[in-house]
Structure formats: C-alpha cells, structure tokens
C-alpha cells in the first residue's frame, strides 16, 4: 500500500483545514487508518484512527471534539477534518494504514504503511 498525504498548509488559529490521504495498491478497505502528528523535537503522537469499515473512530484526548477522522473506501481515501487549531495543532501529519494489529492503534508499530507527511503550520 501506498499512502499520499495532503492538504496541509498555513492557517490561522481558530481556522479549519483538511487533510486527505489516499491509497493506492492493495485494497485500502481491508486496513484500518491512522493519523499521526510530528510536532518539531518531539516523537511521533497519534492523533486518531478509524476502523476499515469506518464504523469506529478513536481520538487522542487533545484533538478530541475538534478533529474528525473519516473515510470513502469507494475513493481509497481517510480524512482529517481539524477545525479550532490551535498553535499547538502545528505538526507533519502523518497517515498511516494497518492491517492487523488495531490493538496497538495508538503505537507507531500498530501500523504497516505510511505516507509521507503534511505540514500544518497554525499561526496566532
């Protein structure tokens, strides 16, 4: 599987942005998908995950009531919707599909594949 992130940018806080990051080899339906976020010196943090029918979505508590994780299998692509940034939202997104492990969905190693990264920049 490979995974392309977009929809990153510069935005200020209070603003909205969403992130697509879209499949491409084996079916993207079968995987469960996550975002991460990497903010600048710190680790990689999960951010939300949704299951491969897209019935389930579990946020981290910082993002939780302003981001929505959701999915279009028919498109081969999960969505993050980040309204209310925040400056400390400011991070490389990255997503990230898994295939067998959602019970680590919150650890980098609960995932098989992952795109490159979205820069979010909020601003004040």
């Known amino acids: 599987v490979q995974l392309q992130a977009s929809g990153g940018g510069l935005v200020q806080a209070g603003g909205s942005l969403r992130l697509s990051c879209t499949a491409s080899g084996r079916t993207h339906s079968s995987y469960y998908m996550g975002w991460f976020r990497q903010a600048p010196g710190k680790e990689r943090d999960f951010v939300a995950v949704?299951?491969?029918?897209?019935?389930?979505?579990i946020y981290a508590d910082s993002v939780k009531g302003r981001f929505t994780i959701s999915r279009d299998n028919a498109k081969s692509t999960v969505y993050l919707q980040m309204n209310t940034l925040k400056l400390e939202d400011t991070a490389v997104y990255y997503c990230?599909?898994?295939?067998?492990?959602?019970?680590?969905?919150?650890?980098?190693?609960?995932?098989?594949?992952w795109g490159q990264g979205t820069l979010v920049t909020v601003s004040s």
């Open positions: 990230a599909a898994g295939g067998s492990s959602f019970g680590l969905y919150r650890l980098r190693r609960g995932y098989d594949y």
């Open positions: 949704i299951t491969s029918s897209g019935a389930s979505t």
